[in-house]
């Protein structure tokens, strides 16, 4: 099966300019999460849609990011304005989410390559 | 809230050797935990997923074993070879839902 996509691979922009990464998730993936991971540490989830509703968007930056699923499917991630602690591999992941609950505990996450962005 | 430690932050062994990383994590209550394995500028591949109620995995030369109790998960990987270097991430899942990451093992198998 074809894996998460995700693009631009690598993007350079200036402090206070805007940018935006898409995710495409794994056919039949109804979860999808969006990471932030600065040099150094792991990834820390910074949003999370369960189909087009987010289940925890506790974590992300909403005076400057901000996301979206519609459709359910493909997934965008927009910063704006940038600022340089946002230099970071932004890494978009999908899983099959089983239950009632909506709960996807059971269920494995699959990363995407990562778009690294960073500003200047 | 959960925090979860990886020790030591780096390691160096020879070819053949076998690795022994370690994650430990504060809150028990957790759903499962998932060991991954990060590539220079690539994303996360997932290495083995142990559900709470199980005290293990193992595929090929890896091996997983959870201690929910004690909040201990080590990865153990056979007969280290020089492909084997990387970085190895340990997450847990708890009951909130939230994917929790430690800053990971850097790897690093010389010939």
Redesign the interface.
């Known amino acids: 099966e074809a894996g998460v996509a995700q693009s631009p691979r690598y993007k350079i922009i200036e402090k206070r300019q805007s940018v935006a990464f898409w995710c495409n998730p794994i056919s039949g993936h109804a979860t999808l999460y969006w990471y932030q991971q600065i040099l150094g540490q792991g990834p820390k989830l910074l949003i999370q849609f369960q189909n087009n509703g987010v289940v925890d968007d506790s974590q992300l930056p909403k005076d400057r990011f901000s996301a979206e699923r519609l459709k359910g499917v493909d997934s965008t991630l927009k910063i704006q304005p940038a600022k340089l602690e946002d230099s970071a591999v932004y890494l978009c992941a999908s899983s099959f989410t089983t239950g009632g609950t909506g709960n996807s505990s059971l269920a494995g996450q699959y990363f995407g390559p990562g778009t690294r962005l960073t500003v200047t | 809230k959960q925090e979860?430690t990886q020790i030591p932050a780096a390691l160096s062994v020879p070819e053949g050797e076998n690795l022994v990383l370690n994650c430990s994590f504060t809150d028990s209550a957790i759903?499962?935990l998932?060991w991954?394995r990060q590539d220079p500028?690539?994303?996360?591949?997932?290495l083995l997923?142990i559900?709470s109620s199980q005290r293990e995995q193992t595929s090929g030369r890896l091996n997983a074993s959870l201690d929910k109790s004690s909040g201990r998960s080590t990865l153990y990987i056979a007969a280290s070879q020089p492909g084997d270097s990387a970085t190895y991430?340990c997450?847990v899942?708890g009951s909130w839902?939230?994917?929790q990451?430690?800053?990971?093992t850097q790897v690093v198998v010389t010939p």
């Open positions: 979860v759903y499962n998932q991954f500028g690539k994303g996360l591949t997932s997923l559900q991430l997450a899942r839902g939230k994917l990451f430690g800053a990971g």
